[in-house]
């Protein structure tokens, strides 16, 4: 073909008019973009992506070696960071999206029931001997009749009337090779209907779980099929009343009270029952959250807090639940493991026996007092000082002790004991009521050493269930590192908590 076209061409300069003779390479690019303007283009193309791919490379080798040139610079914390706590919200759960799942499991029990109903009898097993009954002024009852049937069940009892004479009656009995299964009185999946006026409001993927659970199984978890609680129910629920002395808060996990008429509908009894069945599984899944790794999350808290592994597998704690013989053993089981939780629990419990008949006394946030102002916390602060009873102070101003402050003059007076409670505190003694004095007036308070003892609860939530045999524990208010081995101290010193440089 090319042999061909080149004498084609040479034919035609032979004949053709004179054809101008290209004298620079610039005519002759001219002259091939001109007869192939599409190879120009390819090439053109070509060339840029070249040019754009070696400016790329050398962009970032000069990033690299200012970077290596560069001097590390270490951030220092100058103050904490903290922010904006938000709880966590609570969502309606979609409980309507089952309707669909909740229908096709009832129809496949329906058509189960109607098939077993029409199955044909079962052939008679042999008859047994004749029972020969004693004399007797009363024939037996048959008590357990509930799987027998009149086809399956064939008696016959002859009386003399009037006399006591008892004619030996003959009872043949012929049981069924399989029982015919009965339907619940109350199922979940008849339900269907009635899921959209069940409100029930969790967390997000809480309530996604539940979701996912019933949808997959739409059968009762905590009642049985008389819509009655049953032993897994009732023992969960007391773990959920009692969640107070596990050092949570019981009112998170209290469930709706439902009640209905005498003459209620089967629709308003499935309601109900349907209602309590979620209530329970929610709460339950939120109890086992919280005990594993607390209500608030630190991280929300403060930029110092990176603890990792605080979300929970709600699907995974359902499915071994609904599976469970002892659902309250895996909801305490949930709790940390560490031997610190128990003795805070009893801990706990004490204050929460001395704090029973004890009245606080509170002093509002924020309160700051300058010698000769009035101030309407002034009889909370003379009434807590008073209840640290030091001596020295009750005998060297007992006049202000005994006297009235619902006025709240800051008087001379009350500013001198006041004086004195800071030297004894080691205070800077001028008298001026502000932050720092006030803590030092809460004294032996229980419902105080309460709520430190329930917020120490909450912070062991936030790390693993064991530190291990060997691990440094950093007591950070304190100020202390310990070296613990086998669960007792081995060494301790006090430590720099704040600086990245110590």
């Known amino acids: 073909m090319r042999k061909i076209l080149a004498v084609a061409l040479a034919s035609t300069f032979l004949t053709a008019a004179p054809v101008a003779v290209v004298s620079s390479p610039v005519e002759a690019a001219n002259l091939f973009e001109k007869l192939f303007p599409r190879a120009t283009k390819r ?3 070509r060339r840029q992506r070249q ?39 609570l969502r309606t759960v979609a409980l309507a999206s089952l309707a669909n799942s909740f229908s096709a499991h009832d129809q496949k029990l329906l058509a189960a ?8 009898k079962q052939e008679p097993q042999p008859r047994s001997e004749p029972v020969a009954l004693e004399s007797q002024t009363e024939l037996p009852v048959l008590e357990d009749t509930q799987n027998l049937t009149t086809e399956s069940v064939e008696a016959t009892v002859t009386l003399a009337s009037q006399t006591t004479e008892i004619v030996e009656p003959v009872v043949e009995v012929a049981l069924p090779e399989k029982p015919i299964p009965t339907l619940a009185a109350i199922r979940l999946s008849a339900g269907a209907e009635l899921l959209s006026s069940i409100k029930i409001s969790a967390r997000r993927n809480l309530g996604k779980a539940v979701v996912a659970h019933y949808k997959k199984s ?5 009642l049985d099929g008389e819509g009655k609680l049953n032993d897994n129910a009732r023992s969960v629920l007391q773990i959920l009343a009692d969640a107070d002395a596990y050092g949570l808060n019981a009112d998170d996990y209290t469930l709706p009270i439902l009640s209905f008429a005498d003459d209620a ?14 209530s329970i599984t929610t709460a ?33 704690n359902l499915a071994k639940i609904s599976d469970s013989d002892d659902a309250a053993a895996d909801l305490l089981a949930a709790h940390p493991k560490e031997p610190a939780f128990e003795h805070l629990r009893s801990q706990l419990a004490g204050l929460r026996e001395e704090a029973a008949g004890y009245e606080s006394v509170t002093i509002k946030t924020g309160t700051f007092i300058r010698p000769g102002q009035t101030n309407d916390q002034l009889e909370n602060i003379v009434e807590s ?19 009235s402050h619902e006025e709240g003059v800051y008087s001379e007076d009350v500013e001198a004991m006041v004086r004195d409670f800071q030297k004894a505190m080691k205070l800077k003694p001028d008298g001026i009521i502000g932050r720092k004095s006030i803590a030092r007036m809460s004294g032996d308070d229980p419902k105080v050493k309460m709520n430190k003892v329930l917020y120490a609860i909450e912070r062991l939530r936030w790390h693993p269930d064991r530190f291990g045999n060997t691990h440094v524990f950093i007591n950070q208010p304190a100020y ?21 440089s110590n």
Request: proline residues 6%.
């Open 43 to 45: 090439r053109s193309e």
């Open 51 to 89: 040019i754009r791919r070696r400016r790329e490379l050398e962009i970032n080798r000069a990033r690299l070696v200012a970077r290596q040139r560069a001097p590390k610079v270490v951030q220092k914390v100058k103050s904490p960071t903290f922010k904006n706590y938000t709880p966590t919200v």
């Open 113 to 120: 029931d109607a098939l077993a109903r029409t199955r044909p």
């Open 218 to 222: 739409p059968e009762f978890i905590w």
């Open 265 to 278: 509908s089967n629709q308003d009894i499935l309601r109900a029952a349907m209602q309590l069945e979620f």
């Open 284 to 316: 339950m899944l939120r109890y086992m959250a919280d005990a594993k790794n607390g209500v608030v999350n630190p991280n929300g808290i403060s930029g110092y807090h990176d603890f990792s592994g605080l979300s929970s597998d709600y699907k995974a």
């Open 385 to 403: 000082i008073r209840r640290l009873d030091n001596r020295e102070l009750m005998i060297d101003h007992f006049d202000v002790f005994a006297m």
């Open 480 to 500: 202390r590192a310990t070296y613990m081995t086998g669960g007792k101290p081995q060494l301790s010193m006090r430590a720099v908590v704040g600086k990245p």
